[in-house]
């Protein structure tokens, strides 16, 4: 069975791995720039997950049986 | 057949003795037993079965009738509820004051007619405590709350019953929250009272496991107020199977003064469904606020590393720009001082040199006065000689000559005059030379005839 499990814990960890980066400075401007866009991706992630329906697992939440 | 002491006696007769009997004994007993049937008539009168289990095997050793009339049992029923915060019903402990009656036709009867609620209360609690006891000593009563729950749990298994107005009002207002946060909800109908509320929520419990990969939470929600049967919740086997549940178990049964077994065991215990609901949104606030605390902080983190290396870069090219005009000062500096030296250098050698040239020029001029002096003085000696050995060597020659020309006198003088020569003389001495004549020297010429005098142009 397919698992529909939220990533959103795990994108929000890489979030903060990525704010971590920056607040303490790790980062050089390349790199800096590349986890940014990083970030602002997860971050869509992330709100489509609050926000966003996702047809799919209603879809599947729809077609269980019922007993 | 032996023969008959007495005579016999009619039914109706024996069970008036057995009333009498027992109305003779037995004055009004207080009695505790467990109501294990309760039926409710039309006319309000209410007919029990009381039990009492032997404690080990649950065997039932005893039963007998009971009977409240109908206007004692409505005041019995108030009282006990009230007091005691659940039903009156089937199912439960009780001690309530009794008298025996015995009715020729209906036999023996315990009529009710008090109660003590708070022997119920304390019999519930006490059985509630043993559960406790137990899940505690097998180590599970706390299992459900290490259970983790998702930042965002929105994927729902709701166990509830499906007529309950208490799962409209949650579905309702996950459904239409105001933060427009997305909820998934499925409902897992059971029974959510009375006896069968045990292996209904067990079986939806299992179904969902079924399926756990799909949730991220599971929900049992009942509508109701303080009155509502908390026994149900108070069950060993439902508290156990909530315990191992893999998905964090949330409760909102609907009981404001007493938390079940099922409540304690439960990964968060919430009094409503509306509270449920409530607690999930604001989980999905809370996220929604870490998120966005996030996002700006690595925006503003960000702005300010690269307006901090924008300050670094031009500081830098300040720094660059002052040190490269330094440079360019200072060689600016060295390369006039090095022209000037060179410049004075060259001036200096230049001087130098003509000076020299200047020297050599002089040097060279008097040089050359001084050849050209001693060459004219050579010269002027030289012709000098020249000249007085020429004049030596003339005068010789003149003197030879005039002794030739004596001797050709002689012999033919005046032919060589006559041919047209003549003799020039200067200064008495014959002039053989025109190099030995300067302008205005005045000359003698001896023609064949006569002679002249003539001055040199």
């Known amino acids: 069975m397919a698992t529909i499990k939220s990533s959103y814990s795990e994108a929000f960890n890489e979030l903060q791995t990525i704010l971590d980066k920056i607040e303490n400075n790790k980062l050089d401007v390349d790199e800096l720039a590349e986890n940014v866009k990083k970030a602002a991706e997860l971050i869509k992630f992330c709100k489509n997950k609050l926000f966003e329906t996702e047809s799919e697992i209603e879809k599947i939440l729809e077609d269980l049986k019922d007993e | ?457």
């Open chain 2, 1 to 457: 057949m032996n023969h008959i002491e007495n005579s016999p006696v009619s039914l109706v007769e024996l069970n008036g003795q057995i009333r009498k009997a027992i109305k003779s004994s037995f004055g009004a007993i207080w009695l505790i037993t467990e109501i294990s049937e309760m039926t409710v008539n039309y006319s309000g009168h209410c007919y029990l079965e009381f039990i009492q289990k032997e404690n080990e095997s649950e065997k039932i050793i005893a039963r007998a009738r009971g009977t409240i009339w109908n206007q004692n049992f409505r005041i019995i029923k108030q009282y006990f509820e009230t007091s005691a915060g659940r039903p009156f019903s089937k199912g439960i402990k009780v001690m309530v004051k009794v008298t025996v009656e015995f009715h020729e036709v209906y036999g023996l009867s315990l009529n009710v007619t008090d109660i003590e609620p708070t022997y119920t209360l304390g019999e519930i609690a006490l059985r509630k405590q043993r559960i406790i006891e137990k899940l505690k000593a097998e180590g599970i009563i706390d299992k459900n709350k290490t259970v983790e729950l998702p930042i965002i749990p929105n994927k729902i298994a709701v166990i509830s019953s499906i007529t309950a107005a208490g799962f409209e009002d949650f579905t309702d207002q996950l459904i239409n929250n105001t933060s427009g946060y997305r909820f998934y909800l499925k409902l897992f109908p059971a029974v959510m009272q009375g006896n069968e509320t045990e292996n209904s929520i067990i079986n939806q419990l299992k179904r969902i496991y079924t399926y756990h990969n799909l949730f991220d939470v599971v929900v049992i929600i009942r509508g109701g107020g303080s009155q509502a049967d908390l026994d149900c919740f108070n069950n060993y086997n439902l508290a156990s199977a909530v315990a191992h549940f893999p998905l964090p178990v949330l409760t909102g049964i609907g009981h404001e003064q007493d938390d079940s077994v099922v409540d304690i065991v439960a990964h968060t215990r919430l009094k409503t469904p509306t509270a449920v609901a409530e607690y999930l949104i604001d989980r999905l606030n809370n996220a929604e606020n870490d998120l966005n605390e996030v996002e700006e902080k690595i925006i503003s983190n960000s702005q300010e590393i690269i307006s901090l290396k924008k300050t670094l870069i031009k500081e830098m090219v300040y720094k660059l720009n002052n040190n490269l005009q330094k440079q360019i000062s200072a060689e600016n500096k060295s390369i006039s001082f090095i022209t000037s030296v060179y410049y004075s250098l060259l001036k200096n050698n230049f001087y130098r040199i003509r000076l020299s040239l200047g020297k050599a020029g002089i040097l060279l001029s008097q040089k050359t006065r001084g050849v050209i002096a001693r060459k004219r003085n050579e010269l002027y000696f030289f012709n000098k000689q020249l000249v007085s050995d020429s004049k030596y060597s003339l005068d010789k020659a003149g003197s030879t000559l005039i002794l030739n020309e004596q001797k050709l006198e002689l012999s033919d003088p005046a032919n060589i005059l006559k041919k047209g020569f003549s003799l020039t003389f200067f200064q008495g001495e014959l002039v053989t030379d025109s190099e030995q004549l300067s302008a205005g020297d005045e000359i003698e010429t001896i023609f064949t005839k006569g002679k002249s005098k003539s001055i040199i142009k």
